[in-house]
């Protein structure tokens, strides 16, 4: 079990501060975000990679996973590594049907879901590998308001519908002196299963257990709003309509210059959704996975300074034992190079957080035991 101090320490230490540098090669990926090719071929061991790779999941960790690829496959001549970004729950649907080399997903595989695997991984069975962690950012369009404070009750109150227009008095006692107007509260979710969906949950049932009465689940649980496909379509109606909330990725509301919440944790300061505020959160986390499994436990009732505590951890999915021969060495490949500190460094202009130095060293540990 690793202590939450000595994660602290590492994080706190810079060990793995995601600080892109590099050519001058910028691209943009699909959500619009600035990307640099930054990695070195000489930082890439293709170690035998070959053919074509498919994968599949989550879209929180889409932009990381474009990132990863261009630089893979730019070092890796021959080799394609194909990422169809969906959701968690269609990315472990596909792994568990045996038509992708493995899969993103923002929530470690439940029990279910381990079981089935086995029926794909001869002699062995799905497991976790944390990759990269991020803030779960909450996006508003409100005319006129440039800056709002919400705590854990106030945001499970509106998105399970209570509250209904921006000038309520909760959200108005969380802001004073900010003109608030009477306009209604617009609030999206994910119309599809997501492992981002189920991180919101577990903070809301966290942080506001008689406010948020529901079990964190893929599948959107609460009545009212409106639902959008992937990250993408819900950031990109907080930003169309006036009035609007949501919650994605932090890169998306980056890309497209969604203003985003500044939670009230019981700090002394609500703490802003920022790549370093969510490490910050992240350094509290502690393995409860068994095994070759590394699922983390997060603390999402944190009240430290500048802890941001609406955080998720993306995960890719694998086999243990009884990976494709054809398909393994390139995975085998392309994990070590996203679990490196090279993979790691090109990720901070997509608003991501680093995984502790001591967990990634464990995920680099596993993948070389996959077969």
Same mark, same amino acid.
């Not at 997501?194 to 008689?210: D, M």
């Not at 998720?312 to 021969?325: M, Q």
């Not at 596993?366 to 077969?371: D, E, N, Q, R």
């Given at each position: 079990?690793?202590?939450?101090?000595?994660?602290?320490?590492?994080?706190?230490?810079?060990?793995?501060?995601?600080?892109?540098?590099?050519?001058?090669?910028?691209?943009?990926?699909?959500?619009?975000?600035?990307?640099?090719?930054?990695?070195?071929?000489?930082?890439?061991?293709?170690?035998?990679?070959?053919?074509?790779?498919?994968?599949?999941?989550?879209?929180?960790?889409?932009?990381?996973?474009?990132?990863?690829?261009?630089?893979?496959? *730019?070092?890796?001549?021959?080799?394609?590594?194909?990422?169809?970004?969906?959701?968690?729950?269609?990315?472990?649907?596909?792994?568990?049907?045996?038509?992708?080399?493995?899969?993103?997903?923002?929530?470690?595989?439940?029990?279910?879901?381990?079981?089935?695997?086995?029926?794909?991984?001869?002699?062995?069975?799905?497991?976790?590998?944390?990759?990269?962690?991020?803030?779960?950012?909450?996006?508003?369009?409100?005319?006129?308001?440039?800056?709002?404070?919400?705590?854990?009750?106030?945001?499970?109150?509106?998105?399970?519908?209570?509250?209904?227009?921006?000038?309520?008095?909760?959200?108005?006692?969380?802001n004073p002196g900010v003109t608030l107007p009477p306009t209604?509260?617009?609030?999206?979710?994910?119309?599809?299963?997501?492992?981002?969906?189920?991180?919101?949950?577990?903070?809301?049932?966290?942080?506001?257990?008689?406010?948020?009465?529901?079990? *964190?689940?893929?599948?959107?649980?609460?009545?009212?709003?409106?639902?959008?496909?992937?990250?993408?379509?819900?950031?990109?109606?907080?930003?169309?309509?006036?009035?609007?909330?949501?919650?994605?990725?932090?890169?998306?509301?980056s890309s497209q210059s969604i203003k985003t919440v500044d939670?009230?944790?019981?700090?002394?300061?609500?703490?802003?959704?920022?790549?370093?505020?969510?490490?910050?959160?992240?350094?509290?986390?502690?393995?409860?996975?068994?095994?070759?499994?590394?699922?983390?436990?997060?603390?999402?009732?944190?009240?430290?300074?500048?802890?941001?505590?609406?955080?998720?951890?993306?995960?890719?999915?694998?086999?243990?034992?009884?990976?494709?021969?054809?398909?393994?060495?390139?995975?085998?490949?392309?994990?070590?190079?996203?679990?490196?500190?090279?993979?790691?460094?090109?990720?901070?202009?997509?608003?991501?957080?680093?995984?502790?130095a001591e967990i990634n060293t464990k995920v680099r540990e596993?993948?070389?035991?996959?077969?």
């Open positions: 079990m690793l202590r939450a101090s000595a994660l602290g320490a590492l994080v706190v230490s810079g060990a793995l501060v995601l600080t892109a540098c590099g050519s001058d090669d910028n691209t943009k990926n699909d959500a619009g975000t600035p990307g640099k090719s930054t990695a070195a071929v000489s930082d890439i061991k293709c170690d035998g990679a070959k053919g074509k790779v498919l994968a599949s999941g989550s879209s929180a960790q889409k932009n990381a996973v474009d990132l990863w690829i261009k630089n893979y496959m *730019a070092a890796c001549s021959g080799v394609e590594v194909n990422y169809k970004s969906s959701s968690s729950g269609e990315g472990i649907v596909a792994f568990n049907q045996g038509t992708v080399g493995f899969a993103g997903t923002d929530s470690a595989l439940k029990p279910e879901a381990v079981e089935e695997s086995k029926k794909i991984c001869t002699g062995g069975q799905g497991i976790d590998l944390p990759m990269v962690g991020g803030p779960i950012a909450l996006g508003f369009n409100v005319a006129g308001v440039d800056k709002l404070n919400l705590d854990a009750t106030t945001i499970a109150n509106i998105f399970n519908d209570k509250i209904k227009k921006w000038d309520d008095e909760a959200i108005k006692k969380l209604a509260i617009q609030a999206f979710h994910r119309s599809e299963d997501s492992g981002t969906t189920e991180n919101l949950g577990k903070y809301l049932k966290a942080a506001a257990p008689e406010a948020w009465t529901y079990e *964190a689940a893929k599948k959107w649980p609460a009545p009212g709003g409106q639902a959008a496909s992937g990250s993408a379509g819900v950031a990109s109606q907080v930003k169309a309509v006036d009035g609007a909330i949501g919650y994605f990725e932090l890169s998306y509301a939670v009230n944790t019981g700090a002394a300061t609500p703490v802003k959704a920022t790549g370093e505020n969510a490490s910050k959160a992240i350094a509290a986390a502690k393995i409860s996975g068994t095994g070759s499994d590394l699922a983390l436990k997060l603390d999402y009732t944190t009240k430290s300074e500048g802890a941001y505590p609406i955080v998720l951890v993306t995960y890719e999915v694998v086999c243990d034992k009884g990976n494709k021969a054809e398909t393994l060495p390139t995975v085998k490949s392309f994990l070590n190079y996203t679990a490196s500190d090279a993979g790691q460094k090109v990720l901070t202009e997509n608003g991501y957080a680093p995984i502790p596993v993948i070389a035991t996959l077969s």
